[in-house]
């Protein structure tokens, strides 16, 4: 099993920047692609980018291409997601999770494991 801890979240005026860690123990880190997703009050989660193994393929959802990075340090068991010009709809808890798969997959039925999210608020 991977133990998934997110940190990093907070309050933040638009246009602001935040950047999230997903720190991971258990089995070995370079084994799972690695997602984050974000579930605002009321909605379904959403995917917001995936990382492969190596970290040298992402894939990132439309409403946040551009103003999101995410990246990965296997040697530090963590993968970052870089939060740019970041707009009051951004506000959600922000989940990483791991996928024991090979293909960068949007969909959180792919995710083996999740950790317990990070709260983000934008504020106008």
């Known amino acids: 099993q991977v133990q998934l801890v997110e940190s990093g979240g907070g309050l933040v005026q638009a246009g602001g920047s935040l950047r999230l860690s997903c720190a991971a123990s258990g089995r070995t880190f370079s084994w799972y692609a690695m997602g984050w997703f974000l579930q605002a009050p009321g909605k379904e989660r959403e995917f917001v980018a995936a990382i492969s193994r190596s970290g040298a393929n992402t894939y990132y959802a439309d409403s946040v291409k551009g103003r999101f990075t995410i990246s990965r340090d296997n040697a530090k068991n963590t993968v970052y997601l870089q939060m740019n010009s970041l707009k009051p709809e951004d506000t959600a808890v922000y989940y990483c999770?791991?996928?024991?798969?090979?293909?960068?997959?949007?969909?959180?039925?792919?995710?083996?494991?999740w950790g317990q999210g990070t709260q983000v608020t934008v504020s106008s």
């Open positions: 999770a791991a996928d024991q798969g090979w293909a960068l997959q949007h969909s959180v039925d792919a995710y083996d494991y």
